[in-house]
Antibody
Framework: EVQLVESGGGLVQPGGSLRLSCAAS????????MMWVRQAPGKGLEWVSG????????YNVDSVKGRFTISRDNSKNTLFLQMNSLRAEDTAVYYC??????????????WGQGTLVTVSS | DIQMTQSPSTLSASVGDRVTITCRAS??????LAWYQQKPGKAPNLLIY???NLESGVPSRFGGSGSGTEFTLTISSLQPDDFATYYC????????FGRGTKVEVK
């Protein structure tokens, strides 16, 4: 059974940093691309960052370029999102999701339960 | 960037109704489209991929169609468990979600 468990969310001040983690199990982690998707309170879904199975290719939505960094440790089956220079508009539930393929160009077939990030003074 | 426009934003329906949700892409995406269902406080759940392929375990009352720029999600006979928000997503060029359609009780 595929499981994705996020952690690391919380309250942070504007300009601060936070690191999210996603522990994966139930599939060969290194064979699949992964993604972070966020959902602001009462709003829709927005993809944030994606990474290929090897970690050699990464993708970021324009609004987080230069601030967020996605990475993975295939030896520990774990996905990360380092978030720096956080803004109020980054407040959201952040979901870790598995892509169906090795790289971009595919859909999300499994999602974690999400972790809430709140940016506020 | 590819934009995805979903309609309607809210849909009021009764159990047993046939429900149709439309998603339009700002450029052709072939059939690289997925549909997800999300219930309050829960993560989204994959329903349909490649525009018309039903994900394993998803009830057959859900169906998807379309290609190019126009797509539809149809629920043939709405069940109590189907009241939720539905999102389309293109994966032709990176990823873009539609703004969602909330299916509520009429």
């Amino acid at each position: 059974e595929v499981q994705l468990v996020e952690s690391g969310g919380g309250l942070v001040q504007p300009g601060g940093s936070l690191r999210l983690s996603c522990a994966a199990s139930g599939f060969t982690f290194s064979n699949y691309a992964m993604m972070w998707v966020r959902q602001a309170p009462g709003k829709g879904l927005e993809w944030v960052s994606g990474i290929s199975g090897s970690g050699g290719s990464t993708y970021n939505v324009d609004s987080v370029k230069g601030r967020f960094t996605i990475s993975r440790d295939n030896s520990k089956n774990t996905l990360f999102l380092q978030m720096n220079s956080l803004r109020a508009e980054d407040t959201a539930v952040y979901y870790c999701a598995k892509l169906m393929g090795y790289a971009s160009g595919t859909y999300l077939d499994y999602w974690g339960q999400g972790t809430l990030v709140t940016v506020s003074s | 960037d590819i934009q995805m426009t979903q309609s309607p934003s809210t849909l009021s329906a009764s159990v047993g109704d046939r429900v149709t949700i439309t998603c339009r892409a700002s450029q052709s995406i072939s059939d690289w489209l997925a549909w997800y269902q999300q219930k309050p406080g829960k993560a989204p759940n994959l329903l349909i991929y490649r525009a018309s392929n039903l994900e394993s375990g998803v009830p057959s009352r859900f169906g998807g169609s379309g290609s190019g720029t126009e797509f539809t999600l149809t629920i043939s006979s709405l069940q109590p468990d189907d009241f939720a928000t539905y999102y389309c997503q293109q994966y032709y060029s990176f990823w873009t979600f539609g703004r969602g359609t909330k299916v509520e009780v009429k």
